[in-house]
């Protein structure tokens, strides 16, 4: 395999997983990224560096974000993030892979993409939950906050430096893991 194809797959792991904090945040930041040059896309999603996507994605990514911001449309844009983030995981993991088969492509961005997009977001709903829970909904806007930075911040880290971002979601992934399965087994 090569490094080119590698890197690529390390940056859609990176996006993917930031998917599942934000669902049009790493969305924005491929489209900025390729419309200046600094990503290249998978074959047939060129389209996503294009002026018109990225001012859709701005607009999404501004209207999700101040959505969480907002009581109740806080706990419905919840309601919708699981599946979304998944669909999301899977377009930025196959958008973001180059130098594979499109069978490969698509499976990988299926199965790693939506998976790590929707294990991240199962995470993210188990803190909302257990904010809503102990704050009475009051810190709901500080976990709002660390999921919105997370997304940009592993984002940004998977354009300029995928290996650092996989590391980061690496660790993601073991915390999500260790969290949710801590609850699972308290949970009759």
Known sequence: MESETIVSILVGVALAAA????VFVPLLVMS???????LSLG????????LPALVAFGVATVVEIAGYYIPWVDHMLDVIATPAAVVAGSIAMASSVVGMSPFLQWTL???????IAG???AFTGVTRI???VSTGGSGNPVVSTAEAGG???LSVLAILVPFVAAAL????????????????????
Not at 43 to 50: D, R, V
Not at 109 to 115: F, K, M, R, T
């Open 43 to 50: 074959s047939g999603f060129e389209w996503m560096g294009t």
């Open 19 to 22: 998917c599942g904090f934000r």
């Open 119 to 121: 294990l991240v977001q």
């Open 169 to 188: 979601v690496a660790v993601v992934l073991v915390v999500s893991i260790r969290i949710l399965y801590k609850k699972l087994i308290r949970t009759p």
């Open 109 to 115: 961005a299926i199965i790693a993409g939506g998976g």
């Open 32 to 38: 900025i990224a390729s419309y200046a040059g600094h």
């Open 151 to 153: 997304a940009v911040t």
């Open 130 to 132: 257990t904010s809503s």
